[in-house]
Nanobody, 118 residues
Framework: QGALVESGGGVVQPGGSLRLSCKARGMITSVFNPSHFGWYRQAPGRQRELVASISNTGNTNYTDSVMGRFTISRDNARKSVALQMNSLKPEDTAVYYC?????????WGQGTQVTVSS
């Protein structure tokens, strides 16, 4: 099935930007292309929440708190999914996880830390 590997996290000041990348390593095209992807985040003491998702046809959805600031995209040729995060706020601080689902199965990456602090 391959593995989801996130990168791009780090520390940024409020108002700054980060771009997270999720690469599906070892995944064949016939598995990647029909899959739906999402970015979740989990802050300390809080439940994991879905931030953005993109379907296998490119339809996107965002949670209200990131609407207009975050953009999710996918590149089927490179088997990767990205999350562009602009105008970051301290409340965006969390571990961000890439997720893939196909049918009833859900797969997770290991997560990447995003810290927004002055």
């Amino acid at each position: 099935q391959g593995a989801l590997v996130e990168s791009g996290g780090g520390v940024v000041q409020p108002g700054g930007s980060l771009r997270l990348s999720c690469k599906a390593r070892g995944m064949i095209t016939s598995v990647f292309n029909p899959s739906h992807f999402g970015w979740y985040r989990q802050a300390p003491g809080r439940q994991r929440e879905l931030v953005a998702s993109i379907s296998n046809t490119g339809n996107t959805n965002y949670t209200d708190s990131v609407m207009g600031r975050f953009t999710i995209s996918r590149d089927n040729a490179r088997k990767s999914v990205a999350l562009q995060m602009n105008s970051l706020k301290p409340e965006d601080t969390a571990v961000y996880y890439c997720s893939r689902w196909l049918g009833s199965q859900t797969y997770w990456g290991q997560g990447t830390q995003v810290t927004v602090s002055s």
